[in-house]
């Protein structure tokens, strides 16, 4: 029912676009709920939305995703729409077919991401699975996964959606205009001030975006677009099935996930609820995902059925629909409801998150785009925590907006990764190492062709080609054929190169190069740089005696937690951040927000092209690089002390050396402009040192010297204490988070600590030896439940890796306090298999140091 005001406003607090979605709404609701008013919702549909996603969603929700902050969304959903009243929790299965023992696998890895993040999936037996659901043919099943928590948003999500902006009006602080497309965003100096619509021009701090489908052509008003893309998802009914006639339920049994299939099911109730009487087949294109770019999607009254619910030719699932047929036969009995099936529009993205978070272009538009219903009120309060807060309860590095690098943002770009994911969405399981095969070669470093002459294993990190390892070097595995074992698990083994443990143990023999090109590098300069860099670091900046140093050093946020990890460098006239590719990005514009805010006179530049960065460790790194550099001796250990930055010369190149390890070999990070990088390569080669894949800087060597890594160790969720990473000394300066950080300091302990953990027995029931790559829950071995600090956090593994050097397969957790002692016996579950593990270490504390070398500090 359209919403009629007597007028419409001039002026709000807030605009949502997009108020008619479930996404919209739960903004709504959320912003009230954390004291926001005065806020105008509008939307180009009816409110609830008669033509977005939500208002033919299939509305089911499961609590299987593979990260913390997807699975605290859906979680926090259910629990939200339950209390609301709009929940059957009935349950969900999926199945595993006989022969997919790749989806078998996946089901059990499942079962340790639930332990890990808190949810009560696990495995059932085919009998079990067809106990749950009669209408599976068991003889087709090996087992399944069951999700007591999984359900249906009931009777829809776009019921959820009109209840919640009804009340939000009723509160007073929501005005609601369906029907009312926005026209135009009104900008000044760099922020938002306002929404032109048909009905008139709003003035407003700020405006959110949750206009679904439709959110990119509203990005476009601002100068900017969103890696997103509209894809068709195949709904099709069956029926008439009167299982349920006279029950009243809008679903009588669980939910059927066959991700093998790339399908899933469900019954619609009784016959008398919203969509009764049905089974509801759904599909994921595998192939030729038929994707749509906003601008072309059909206008009301132009569609069938609605501009995001396109035709379905049966021809174009019959091929997967037959094998549906076989594991549960009711679908062949029951009619094919033509007219009621349809391609239904969703959101697929570039990298599987949603853009969340403030634009890039203008201050105070906030987008909340490419959101499914099990997510809907989780992203919700997410995004009114963040408008309040500047910050969110779970860290969200992984959805914030900021995350992309310009390139990520091209319309081409965003085409061809998301035709990728879109073809994933069930099927087939995605490794957590899994590269893109669609845009790369985006950026090289300038010695990328002597890595592909040395038969450079390459994957991508922030748009770079960065070498795991190199074929030519394969003949180390003869010598090293004791330390670095085969991997006989295929999944343990895949998009690994052996090699590369053969490298890091050679480097440790002698010296070792390493292309570091993937460096983010941003420069500060202006008159007040210093000044903007002292109040975001944890570390002291200022002072004439700094200048010529490079400083590992933290964000924090207003909590005192962990925000970003990265270097200063220290010079006469600006400050060069030296950061990792992917949290570069979000970092910069981060820098610009928090200087706008402060008043900082600053010029912030993203100088990471201009540059290239080569690593050379070993204990022969010295001798090594005196041998091409212009004067030997200012390398020695008293004129280059640890932490300096001094330029030295290679090949008539100027390049800015900085003595520090990342590897827990003594040596320097050369940086250099870019055009400099193949002559300063090529003089270091002639040397014979030998070129080191990435893997042993960014996995194995770290995780041997316990070095943290931003956005897995390093996080929103845990302060610096925590994460062993405070300085003695607590500076001066005022700095964000300081008022938090010296409240920490002066607990008698913390409430968790980051350890070191070590696998005592690695080997399978098979009696195959497993290397773990998966997030792991950490459990006591006499319970078999999850740590769980005293502020809830659960313990989970945020690295992991073998270490050739040590021998053992090496994970980092946070620990509760009580558990936190050296040699304490621990277990871990990997594809649903006890792992015994010992803590072999609290806090810093390297498994391998032969130079007892500082941290990156």
């Known amino acids: 029912m359209e919403r009629i005001m007597s007028s419409f406003p001039e002026r709000a607090n807030v605009v949502i676009v997009g108020l008619g979605g479930i996404v919209g709404a739960s903004v709504a609701h959320h912003l009230i709920e954390r004291g926001w008013t005065d806020i105008v919702g509008i939307d180009k549909s009816a409110i609830p939305t008669d033509i977005g996603s939500t208002g033919h969603a299939s509305d089911f929700c499961y609590c299987t995703s593979h990260d913390l902050l997807s699975t605290w969304c859906t979680m926090y959903s259910v629990d939200f729409y339950e209390k609301m009243g709009h929940y059957s929790r009935i349950g969900g299965l999926e199945v595993a077919r006989v022969g997919d023992d790749a989806r078998m696998q996946e089901l059990k890895r499942r079962c340790d991401s639930g332990r890990a993040f808190g949810t009560n999936v696990r495995m059932i037996s085919a009998a079990e699975a067809k106990e749950k659901f009669p209408l ?19 009777p829809r999500s776009q019921t959820v959606a009109g209840k919640l902006v009804d009340a939000a009006e009723k509160s007073g602080n929501l005005r609601a205009f369906a029907n009312t497309p926005a026209l135009e965003l009104l900008q000044e100096n760099g922020r938002i001030t306002g929404v032109k619509t048909h009905r008139g021009t709003i003035m407003a701090d700020h405006v959110v975006v949750c206009a679904g489908l439709w959110g990119r052509l509203i990005a476009e008003m601002a100068g900017e677009d969103l890696p997103v893309m509209p894809v068709d998802h195949p709904l099709t009914f069956f029926g008439p099935y009167d299982e349920f006639a006279g029950t009243g339920l809008e679903i009588g049994r669980p939910l059927l996930r066959d991700q093998g299939n790339s399908a899933y099911m469900r019954d619609t109730g009784d016959p008398l609820t919203t969509e009764g009487g049905q089974m509801e087949w759904g599909y994921y294109y595998e192939k030729d995902v038929r994707m749509v770019h906003p601008r072309d999607i059909l206008e009301k009254g132009q569609a069938r059925l609605g501009p995001s619910m396109r035709d379905l030719e049966l021809e174009d699932v019959i091929e997967p629909l037959e094998r549906a047929m076989e594991l549960t036969p009711i679908l062949a009995e029951l009619g094919f409801n033509e007219s009621h099936s349809f391609n239904g529009l969703l959101q697929t993205t570039t990298d599987g998150g949603p853009s969340m978070g403030e634009s890039r272009k203008l201050r105070g538009l906030w987008y909340a785009v490419a959101v499914w219903v099990k997510d809907g009120p989780g992203m919700g309060k997410l995004i009114a925590d963040w408008m309040t807060d500047g910050r969110t309860e779970i860290d969200h590095h992984a959805i914030d907006y900021a995350r992309f690098q310009d390139f990520q943002l091209e319309e081409d770009f965003i085409w061809g990764r998301c035709e990728e994911t879109a073809a994933k969405i069930y099927n087939p399981p995605v490794h957590p190492r899994e590269p893109f095969g669609n845009g790369r070669g985006i950026r090289r470093s300038p010695f990328h062709e002597r890595e592909v002459e040395l038969g450079g294993y390459f994957m991508e990190l922030g748009g770079w080609e960065r070498a795991h390892g190199y074929a030519a070097n394969e003949h180390l595995l003869e010598k090293y054929a004791d330390q670095v074992p085969v991997r006989e698990n295929e999944w343990d083994n895949r998009h690994f190169w052996r090699v590369s443990n053969a490298e890091q143990l050679e480097m440790s023999a002698d010296c070792g190069i390493i292309n570091l090109s993937h460096f983010h590098m941003t420069d500060i300069s202006g008159p007040d740089h210093v000044a903007l860099m002292e109040w975001l670091c944890a570390a002291k900046i200022g002072g004439g005696t700094m200048v010529g140093k490079g400083i590992y050093t933290h964000m924090l946020d207003d909590e005192g937690n962990v925000r970003a990890d990265f270097t200063v460098f220290r010079m006469a006239d600006k400050c060069r951040l030296v950061n990792g590719a992917d949290a570069g990005p979000r970092d910069l514009e981060y820098m610009k927000r928090m200087a706008q805010d402060k008043g900082f006179d600053v010029t912030i530049t993203d100088v990471t092209e201009a540059y290239t960065t080569i690593g050379i460790w070993g204990p022969n790194a010295r001798e090594t690089l005196k041998k091409v550099v212009a004067d030997p001796e200012a390398l020695n250990v008293e004129n280059f002390p640890f932490a300096a930055i001094k330029p030295i010369e290679i090949a008539g190149k100027t390049v800015t050396a900085f003595r520090i390890s990342y590897v827990g070999e003594q040596g320097w990070e050369l940086h250099m402009p870019y055009d400099d990088g193949l002559a300063v390569w090529d003089a270091l080669r002639e040397t014979g040192v030998l070129a080191v894949g990435v893997e042993t800087y960014a996995n194995s060597r770290r995780l041997e010297k316990s070095l943290r890594l931003q956005n897995a160790d390093l996080h929103t969720q845990y302060n610096l204490y925590e994460a062993d990473l405070a300085r003695p000394k607590v500076k001066e300066a005022d700095f964000r988070g300081k008022e938090k950080h010296l409240e920490y300091r002066a607990r008698a302990h913390q409430p968790a600590m980051l350890c070191t953990l070590v696998m005592t027995d690695n080997v399978d029931s098979n009696g195959v030896a497993r290397y773990p790559v998966n997030t792991m829950p950490v459990m006591d071995p006499e319970t078999g ?23 053992r397969n090496i994970m980092l957790a946070y620990l509760p306090w009580d558990y936190c002692e050296v040699g304490r016996k621990l277990q871990v579950t990997y594809f649903d298999e006890p792992f015994p593990v010992e803590v072999a270490g609290v806090g810093y504390a390297p498994l391998y140091d032969p130079e007892n070398l500082k941290p990156r500090s």
């Open 136 to 154: 599976l043919e068991e003889d087709q099943i090996q087992g399944a996964m069951w999700d007591p928590d999984a359900g249906l948003v009931v």
């Open 785 to 807: 439940a999850v740590l769980v600090d005293a502020l809830g956090r659960r313990s989970y593994t945020t690295s992991q890796a073998f270490g050739p050097s040590v021998g």
